[in-house]
């Protein structure tokens, strides 16, 4: 069955420091990975996209991740984190037509 | 980037009625739109997939007679809350898929928050 596991629920970094957001899923072919952030309240930002090609994909706001095919993994990092960028996060997978969420990490960024 | 427009953002209902949801592809046609539920602090929940032209299909355990889908142009889908309860307050989230476009993602509406009194 497809899934996704997002396995840290909250994450909190100080501001300035490096962020990674863990991201595993579970897929029979090449999938289409997706990383989003919500604001409270708020509808879904896309991040970045992982369609094919270079493993290592570039995002807004800095973000950017890695797509390893070998341990399943689209981890979500930021070299430096800013007090904007504190949300949730969403890893999802584009399976068969429809997509399916992981369960989020919440972030928690310190001043 | 493609948008997809929700409305309304937010609304109030008391117990018993009947809420419309819709959910519009500006500017590109789409054949299949998605409905998702998310409840506070947590992920989204598919409800359904809605068909143009044709009836929506539901996930396991979603009640297919409180959601109605209609999805009656490749612009539009609406979600029908029928005698909203309490328990049906919750974030309501569509998304559409461009029609015919490979290698492309779906695109979410900013969401509906329901709250039924």
């Known amino acids: 069955a497809q899934s996704v596991t997002q396995p840290d629920i909250h994450i909190t970094v100080s501001e300035g420091a490096s962020l990674e957001l863990r991201c595993n899923y579970s897929?029979?072919?090449?999938?289409?990975l997706f990383w989003y952030v919500q604001s409270p309240g708020q509808g879904l930002q896309l991040l970045l996209k992982?369609?094919?090609?270079?493993?290592l994909v570039q995002g807004i706001k800095g973000f950017e991740a890695e797509f390893k095919r070998s341990q399943s993994s689209f981890n979500l990092r930021k070299p430096s984190v800013h007090w904007s960028d504190a949300a949730e996060y969403f890893c999802?997978?584009?399976?068969?037509?429809?997509?399916?969420f992981g369960t989020g990490t919440r972030l928690k960024v310190l001043a | 980037g493609a948008v997809v427009s929700q409305h309304p953002s937010w609304v109030i209902c008391k117990s018993g009625t009947s809420v419309k949801i819709e959910c519009r592809s500006l500017?590109?046609?789409?054949?299949?739109m998605f409905w998702y539920r998310q409840f506070p602090k947590q992920s989204l929940m598919l409800m359904a997939t809605?068909?143009?032209?044709?009836?929506?299909?539901?996930e396991q355990g979603v009640e297919k007679d409180k959601f109605l889908i209609n999805h009656a142009s490749l612009t539009l889908s609406t979600l029908t809350v029928t005698s909203a309860h309490p328990e049906d307050s919750s974030f309501y989230i569509c998304?559409?898929?461009?029609?015919?476009?490979?290698?492309?993602?779906?695109?979410f509406g900013q969401g509906t928050r329901l709250t039924v009194v």
């Open positions: 500017d590109f046609q789409a054949t299949t």
């Open positions: 998304s559409a898929r461009p029609y015919r476009e490979a290698n492309t993602e779906a695109f």
């Open positions: 992982y369609f094919s090609g270079d493993t």
């Open positions: 809605s068909n143009e032209g044709s009836k929506a299909t539901y």
């Open positions: 999802a997978v584009d399976g068969t037509y429809k997509y399916i």
């Open positions: 897929y029979g072919a090449t999938p289409y």
